[in-house]
């Protein structure tokens, strides 16, 4: 682990692991980055900077809770950019964390080589999900032996009827896999999930979806936007419609993926974002 300081002092830490040409690495949630672990072999092609956002992790407690917000988190990027010495980098942000990657781009375009946002958060956009798409993609899991229960569950959220318990229920449609590994992986989530840091993330301000589409539209650098096929999170049509922001982005739809892609089927997703990170 490495740290650096940001703007207003707050030291931020920062994981390493593999070698070759960095790229940085964004959580989401908003968490730590443990959870993202080598990004599926990934690090075996490319040096991995995962990035512990501030008040997560071992990123220390800003005195301002105000500066978890999204829109603030660009300026941690761009000071872990200072300090690593990179004039461009990669970039790739899972789920939330494609958030302030996407913000960041819009922001710095000149900084950025290449963006992969992996099964993405489209909140800094404004791309509405509709319930029944989210329920269209969980029904491809009507032959797991979970799925009445889980089913039931997220009908009940897209009513409106949302328990702290419905949302435990509907974990399975996250992964690919229902196994002994992702029911680990859901369970050290959770433990580190800070409501806190959650909150204030999609603070009032956080987004400005017409001017960050705007920002996008004349983002000339490549982008790669991976969807898994069974993530009701972030459905392909979903992943699709955020690609055609950009002028020059690809779209990877990885077959029987969650929301982890990396962990359903790790040699597939390492080999799809090194090709295009190379």
Do not use: K
């Not at 980055?33 to 092609?45: I, N, W």
């Amino acid at each position: 682990m490495s740290t650096f300081s940001a703007y207003d002092g707050t030291e931020l830490a920062y994981h390493v692991l593999g070698n070759g040409r960095p790229v940085v690495c964004l959580p989401g949630g908003p968490t730590d980055s443990a959870y993202l672990g080598d990004l599926g072999g990934l690090a075996a092609h490319r040096r991995l900077i995962r990035l512990d956002l501030r008040g997560t992790g071992r990123s220390a407690t800003p005195d301002d809770a105000a500066s978890y917000r999204c829109d603030r988190l660009v300026a941690d990027v761009e000071a872990l950019r200072e300090h690593l010495g990179l004039d461009r980098m990669d970039l790739l942000g899972h789920c939330a964390g494609a958030n302030p990657a996407v913000l960041y781009a819009s922001r710095h375009p000149e900084r950025v080589e290449r963006l992969a946002l992996i099964t993405p958060s489209v909140r800094a956009v404004g791309i509405p999900i509709s319930g029944a798409l989210r329920l269209d993609t969980a029904r491809l899991r009507r032959d797991e032996p979970w799925f009445p229960a889980a089913f039931a569950a997220l009908e009940a959220i897209v009513a409106g009827q949302a328990t702290d318990d419905r949302w435990q229920a509907i974990a399975p449609f996250s992964h690919g896999r229902w196994d002994a590994a992702a029911r680990a992986h859901q369970a050290a989530a959770d433990e580190r999930m800070n409501s806190e840091v959650v909150a204030a993330f999609g603070a009032e301000g956080a987004f400005d979806p017409d001017a960050t589409r705007a920002a996008l539209a004349r983002f000339d650098s490549p982008v790669l936007l991976l969807a898994g096929e069974v993530d009701p999170g972030a459905p392909p049509a979903t992943v699709a419609e955020f690609a055609g922001l950009f002028p020059h982005a690809e779209l990877v739809v990885q077959p029987g993926a969650g929301h982890h892609p990396w962990l359903d089927d790790a040699e597939r997703f390492a080999a799809a974002v090194a090709v295009f990170l190379s």
